[in-house]
């Protein structure tokens, strides 16, 4: 049988062909879009999207998809893009690659970024660290950007959160000198796990910092905030 390629979450093979179970840090949701989410897609798909079977073709180069050479930046989970059409136009001298594996999201992120003004997002819907291990080289990262990723809280589910060793040794392994591991979440047992992780981490330095002001509060944040959760932002930088 024919292996299915490795970006597809949740479509990992043995050796043997048989299924692979997978402990991935995020679930994927309906994929039905509303109107608005539809005239995005329709719109900007074709142009800002990145096909997943494209980055299983030989030779495939993310400096080809933006249609240039600059420093890259990727952000993990942009949820429905809030912040990454602010963030990208901020930055028109970066390449943002945007993961997200929910479709309405990426859909309602198109309208954000062409409302920004940013031409220089592109999106893709393959597993994250699947994304960091084979289409970034190492020292190849400006910055990374994971804003309130799923705090997976109950105990038995923890080993699902992205934040883990291997991943902050993977990040550090990408980043170019200097460059920066942005975080935030309002989930403080989550907060706290994610301190101790990358202060365990020799290649990082870093720590809670004030809030990054260049980051817009999202409707997903200002629900935190009304329920009284606490916003904890990060920054750890590759020493």
């Given at each position: 049988?024919?292996?299915?390629?490795?970006?597809?979450?949740?479509?990992?093979?043995?050796?043997?062909?048989?299924?692979?179970?997978?402990?991935?840090?995020?679930?994927?949701?309906?994929?039905?879009?509303?109107?608005?989410?539809?005239?995005?897609?329709?719109?900007?798909?074709?142009?800002?999207?990145?096909?997943?079977?494209?980055?299983?073709?030989?030779?495939?180069?993310?400096?080809?998809?933006?249609?240039?050479?600059?420093?890259?930046?990727?952000?993990?989970?942009?949820?429905?893009?809030e912040a990454t059409g602010v963030l990208a136009a901020a930055r028109p001298d970066c390449n943002v690659l945007a993961l997200e594996v929910w479709l309405p999201g990426v859909a309602a992120s198109l309208a954000e970024v062409a409302a920004a003004g940013a031409q220089n997002v592109r999106f893709c819907s393959v597993d994250a660290v699947w994304s960091l291990q084979h289409l970034v080289p190492?020292?190849?990262?400006?910055?990374?950007?994971?804003?309130?990723?799923?705090?997976?809280?109950?105990?038995?589910?923890?080993?699902?959160?992205?934040?883990?060793?291997?991943?902050?040794?993977?990040?550090?392994?990408r980043l170019r000198p200097g460059g920066a591991w942005r975080l935030a979440t309002d989930w403080a047992p989550y907060a706290e796990h994610m301190q101790a992780v990358l202060d365990a981490e020799p290649a990082l330095e870093g720590g809670v910092v004030e809030r990054w002001a260049e980051r817009p509060v999202?409707?997903?944040?200002?629900?935190?905030?009304e329920v009284g959760r606490e916003i904890t932002d990060l920054l750890y930088r590759r020493v």
């Open positions: 049988m024919s292996q299915v390629p490795p970006a597809r979450p949740h479509q990992k093979l043995t050796e043997d062909g048989r299924r692979m179970r997978e402990v991935l840090s995020y679930s994927r949701r309906g994929s039905r879009f509303t109107p608005r989410q539809q005239e995005a897609w329709d719109a900007h798909a074709e142009a800002w999207v990145v096909p997943d079977e494209a980055i299983d073709r030989p030779g495939f180069d993310l400096a080809e998809v933006f249609g240039r050479s600059a420093p890259l930046v990727v952000e993990i989970g942009c949820g429905v893009g190492a020292g190849g990262l400006e910055e990374l950007w994971t804003f309130f990723p799923d705090p997976w809280p109950k105990a038995r589910h923890h080993k699902r959160r992205l934040v883990q060793p291997d991943f902050a040794a993977l990040v550090a392994s999202t409707k997903f944040e200002r629900k935190g905030l």
